[in-house]
């Protein structure tokens, strides 16, 4: 039995994202593997000497007032000897604090860590020097496996670093990240790197085109699509009143899309031929609003549009509902009652709410580029995402016809089934021998 470590960079995130959902998911088959789990966070928690009060302020989400003289102090010794040791501390889960709040965004876990504000206080120290920051923690693990790429290692043992994607160097103009210093920390990562993961094979050519690393350093994992059954075999008729109490809609009865509001997901163009397809089936949009968002949503807003008269857009307007977030046994429910879902992403590393829509037999309307042919084979309505003549027609199709939905329902699960928790295990169980 050895211990590994993981990140939490995403897993500290209220809302949660995909790559959260990949840590919580990876952590969970590394315990099905026989090995221990250590978590690393970053939260903005005291490092108190105190087991009790660090446990207290680990869940508190509140600011310790010293952290401000801490950002001070860093930032000198930065400015004379480099890049820091980090140093964590762990947190003692002893059932003093409810925690029962957090349970649905905690991994599995044997130990958890903490250092304070880490993964800001690393991409600060990467942005000065240039190289990566080393973590100490108080018992050194085995091996460490980084859910994203962070400027960080632990020195004297193999690290690993999955690389979802490389958006940034790929769709330049959908993201904020700097894009010369996000190609310079994976240059720098694949010189400290004992592997790199990732999750689609669309996604590992990226990363030897553009980024140089040698394909023989790169292991496709895929993900695995898991829901639990208490979810999936909720009863059909307490599905469809949880949906029809949320959104005013009939079960089954609506277009659903979840996750960020971003420009990769392509909001704005779904948005123009949902508008256009004229057709009586409202749609739902789950997910926070991020960068660019508003200009995603600008369709909603418009009083002066080729769609037509101003009271007939509020008409449209009205089959439109956002909704900034759902918890994940809702969403289920929501992804359930959905007469279709639609993807028409941009770009996706691997694209998993395509593939949780085919697990619970909602028929799928996706992009046919980046990952998501290979990850949905010939069990989706593809479509070219830059084209919403494209999307509308699609959307037609699903919409008015019965047996086009019963066969992408059918060919979905086929499909899902294929990225089940047992294969994605057999594929690390094997990059971890290589390593341990």
Same mark, same amino acid.
């Given at each position: 039995?050895?211990r590994i470590?993981i990140?939490g960079y995403n897993?500290g ?19 099905e ?6 978590v690393?966070?970053g939260n903005r928690?005291?490092a108190?000497?105190?087991?009790l009060?660090r446990?207290?302020?680990f869940?508190d989400?509140?600011?310790d007032?010293?952290?401000?003289w801490?950002?001070?102090l ?13 140093r ?5 889960i002893?059932g003093k ?8 965004r ?7 860590f903490n250092?304070?504000?880490?993964f800001?206080r ?5 942005k000065?020097?240039k190289?990566?920051s080393?973590?100490r923690?108080p018992h ?5 496996h +980084?859910?994203?790429?962070?400027p960080l290692h632990?020195? &004297? !043992?193999?690290?690993i670093?999955? =690389?979802?994607d490389? *958006?940034p160097?790929?769709l ?11 190609l310079?920390l994976?240059?720098?990562?694949d010189?400290?790197?004992a592997?790199f993961v990732?999750?689609s ?10 980024v ?8 496709n994992?895929y ?15 307490q599905?469809?009143?949880e949906v ?5 809609f009939?079960?089954k009865?609506?277009?659903?899309f +979840? ?8 909001i &704005? !163009?779904?948005i123009?031929a949902y =508008?256009?397809a004229k *057709? ?5 949009i ?6 660019k968002?508003e200009?995603?949503?600008?369709l909603?807003?418009e ?7 101003l ?5 449209a307007r009205k089959?439109?509902?956002q909704l900034?977030y759902?918890?994940?046994?809702l969403?289920?429910?929501l ?5 279709a879902a639609l993807?028409?992403?941009?770009y996706?590393g691997?694209?998993l ?9 909602t028929?799928?309307?996706c ?6 042919p290979?990850?949905a084979?010939?069990?989706?309505r593809m479509?070219d995402?830059?084209n ?10 699903i919409d008015t016809?019965?047996?086009m ?10 499909q ?11 594929n ?9």
């Open positions: 039995m050895s470590l990140d897993l995130l209220e809302k949660g994202t995909g790559v959260a959902t990949y840590a919580r998911n990876l952590s969970y088959e590394i315990g593997l026989g090995h221990d789990i250590d690393l966070y928690a005291s108190s000497r105190n087991d009060l446990e207290i302020y869940f989400n509140g600011e007032d010293r952290f401000r801490l950002e001070i860093e930032q000198a010794q930065q400015a004379i000897h480099g890049p820091l040791t980090f964590a501390k762990e947190i003692p002893t604090v409810i925690t029962r709040q957090f349970q649905s905690l991994p599995r876990f044997d130990r958890l250092s304070p504000d880490l800001l690393s991409q600060s120290a990467f000065l020097w190289r990566p080393s973590i923690l050194k693990p085995d091996l460490a +980084w859910t994203y790429p962070l632990v020195k &004297g !043992r193999p690290n670093y999955t =690389l979802h490389v *958006v160097l790929r330049p103009y959908t993201t904020l990240d700097h894009k010369r210093r996000y310079r994976l240059q720098e990562l010189k400290r790197a592997h990732t999750v094979e669309n996604s590992k050519r990226d990363l030897v085109e553009l140089g690393i040698d394909p023989n350093r790169i292991t994992t993900q695995s699509v898991s829901i639990p059954q208490k979810y999936r075999d909720k009863p059909e008729d599905v469809a009143r029809e109490g949320l959104t005013g009939d079960y009865g609506y277009f659903l +979840w996750g960020s509001l971003e420009p990769k997901k392509n &704005g !163009r779904m123009e =508008l256009s *057709v009586d089936t409202p749609l739902v789950v997910g926070a609003q991020a960068w968002a200009q995603e949503l600008k909603l807003g009083t002066d549009s080729v769609y037509g008269s009271e007939r857009r509020r008409g089959r439109v509902v900034p759902a918890p994940f046994p969403l289920v429910s992804i359930r009652g959905a007469r993807f028409p992403s941009l996706e691997f694209g709410p395509v593939l949780e829509a085919m697990l619970l037999g028929p799928v309307i992009s046919n580029t980046s990952s998501l290979e990850v084979g010939d069990a989706a479509v995402p830059y919403p003549q494209a999307i509308t027609q699609a959307i037609r199709e016809d019965a047996d939905r019963a066969h992408y329902s059918a060919m979905g699960k086929t899902a089934a294929l990225y089940s928790p047992e294969r994605y295990r057999s690390l169980k094997e990059v971890y021998a290589s390593h341990l």
